[in-house]
Structure formats: C-alpha cells, structure tokens
C-alpha cells in the first residue's frame, strides 16, 4: 500500500511525457493500493484479446505493471490469485524490487468456463475477499494486468473517489458507438433486473473504491451476477464489464455518485489503429489500458532497462500501421457480430 507523500515523480523514466517533477500530494492524501488479478484456469475459455498461449503472460503482464507503477514513485502492486504458490514460483527469479505482492484468491462463483473473458469474473471475489480486509481509509485500486503507468496520479482526484467512496472508467461513449445504444442498454437492464434511468457502460480495467463502499455495492454485484448467468445465452457481452456495469448503475441510482476517472485521464483504454481518441489524448493519462498490445507488455517484465519512451515509441508505430487495416479489423467484427446474433435469434 502507498501513502502518497512520498509520491514524488522519476524523471529519467519518462522525460518527454511529464513536463517536471514535482510534489502531486499534501500529507493528508489518500492511501491508495493497486491490485490486479490474476485467475489461471487452464480449461476455460480464457480472452478473446489474448493470442499468445500460457498462464505466466498475465503474470509476466503484472510484473510490468508493478515495474511501471514503482518506477514514478507509485505503491508495489498486489497481484491476487487463486494459485498463488506458481505465482510466487515465477517470481524467484526476478530481482526483489521489481516483484509484486501475491495474495491468494478464494473463488466463490460458478459459471461455464466456456464463457467468454471466464477469470476475470473473478474480480467480483477480489472486490469482497480484498475489500474486507483493506484498512479503512485505504482506496482500493483494482487494475487489469495489460495496463502501464506513464504518469503519476492526481492527488486532488484520488481525494474526491475516497470522499465519494467510489471512482470507475465510463466508456458508454466507445460501448454505445460500437455495439449500438438500444442493444447495449437492453443487455444492462436486463442483468439490472429493471429499467435505467441514466444506463453507463463502465470499464473493468480501472476501478476506485473504499471498503465501506465495496459493502454498500456487493449485494448488488452478487444479484446482477446470478442474473446474468441466467441470461448468459441472450447477451451480446460476456465477461465481469457487464454484471458489474449493471450493479454501478443500480448503486448510482440509490443517490451515490460515481467519479468517472477517464474524465479526469487517469486512464484511457487504447486500440492501434483505432482513431475515437487522438493519440495526443493519451499522451496525458497516468494509466493507458493496452489489451491489443499484451505481448510488448509481457516482453517489458524481464528488460533490463523499463523505458516508457521507448514503449511509447512502439506504440504511436503500432498504432500508425494498424490504421492502414483498422477498417478492415471493424468490418470482420461487425460480420461476427451479426452472425452470433442470428445463433442466438434461432435458438
């Protein structure tokens, strides 16, 4: 965990993004403490966005979170599993101070491991089993392994998500755009168990939150989860974005609000090619999500040298190349799209 006065800014590690170092944090700023899961499970049906086989690539992904995070003076991340002993078998062979904490996992759900994105259900375990024991006063910062640390964080935000209780990444604007309004909608209110009144789709990739709030949103995450195991066939999304998105929204609706994070750029969740943001927008988030680039974050855990220019560099290349067949990429998904629709229509 990380108190953050000591929260004072590494200029070698990034010079060309971060305009000096200074001081982000008062002494009475938040204590803030990031974890990510890690659920291995050989059998299940594991994520669409990961195309290199094996279970060290999420490990070896936190182990370059942990090193992104560290290197701007920022907390050593916790990574939570359910085979914790393997994990901490990896990490012997890595230098003391470039390792994450590991922490054991306790499932509790069940579900067909032929759902689609099957471990990161899990986050709903970590939420209740981490939240339970966390000291008040801490923010809970639950992180996906493929995300990278450029930036420090705002103190003044962390500030509002533990007075608020809870700060989540609304990417309704991407979600709706790409899937269409009605469709999203009517698969969050059907996992809601009632109608919306103001339906957000929120990310999983960065989530805010105290423990006193955890408690407050765990009865609802646990219902929309039983509801959407139920719906599973009917969905057009699998995976814990929509259970979870469905309990944010009933909580937002019993009067909490709900600091939306990528607002204020503390992360932005980024696809090459894909052109909805500039990239000079992402040039100024703390974190930046990189599901299409997990293999240059896993060959980051054992470099000798961690240079977020020179991974920044590989990304604005990737991202130009990727551009050229982006319209192609949009339409195979689309064509996807329309015939998972039609299985489920005539079943």
């Not at 999420?58 to 990574?79: C, D, F, I, K, M």
Request: net charge positive.
């Amino acid at each position: 965990m990380y108190n953050s006065t000591n929260g004072l800014l590494r200029d070698t590690y990034m010079s060309s993004l971060v305009p000096s170092a200074r001081r982000l944090w008062t002494a009475a700023d938040t204590t803030v403490m990031p974890c990510a899961l890690v659920f291995i499970d050989e059998t299940s049906a594991g994520s669409p966005n990961k195309r290199r086989p094996g279970a060290l690539s999420y490990v070896e992904q936190g182990v370059t979170l942990n090193r992104s995070l560290l290197a701007l003076g920022l907390p050593r991340l916790t990574v939570v599993s359910n085979v914790p002993r393997f994990i901490e078998r990896y990490l012997e062979d890595l230098a003391p101070d470039v390792r994450p904490t590991v922490q054991p996992l306790l499932p509790s759900l069940s579900l067909s491991r032929n759902t689609r994105f099957y471990s990161a259900h899990f986050k709903l375990d970590l939420l209740e089993q981490i939240g339970s024991s966390m000291p008040d006063g801490t923010l809970l910062m639950l992180l996906d392994t493929d995300v990278f640390a450029f930036r420090p964080f705002s103190g003044d935000l962390l500030r509002r998500c533990a007075e608020t209780g809870i700060g989540a990444f609304d990417i309704s604007d991407q979600e709706f755009s790409a899937y269409g309004s009605r469709r999203v909608v009517a698969d969050l209110e059907m996992v809601a168990g009632r109608r919306l009144l103001n339906p957000r789709w929120f990310g999983g990739e960065c989530l805010l939150v105290t423990s006193s709030l955890i408690k407050e949103l765990m009865p609802f995450a646990r219902e929309c989860f039983l509801r959407y195991v139920d719906a599973l066939p009917h969905l057009n999304h699998q995976g814990d974005e929509m259970f979870m998105s469905a309990a944010l929204n009933l909580l937002s609706e019993k009067n909490r609000p709900i600091i939306d994070v990528g607002t204020y750029r503390l992360v932005g969740r980024h696809w090459s090619g894909n052109g909805h943001r500039d990239l000079r927008w992402f040039k100024g988030c703390s974190l930046i999500h990189l599901p299409d680039c997990k293999e240059l974050l896993e060959r980051q855990a054992r470099a000798r040298v961690l240079s977020a220019d020179r991974l920044w560099r590989t990304l604005v290349l990737r991202h130009a190349l990727n551009r050229l067949v982006w319209p192609v990429k949009q339409r195979r998904r689309k064509h996807r799209l329309a015939h998972r629709l039609v299985v489920q229509s005539s079943t």
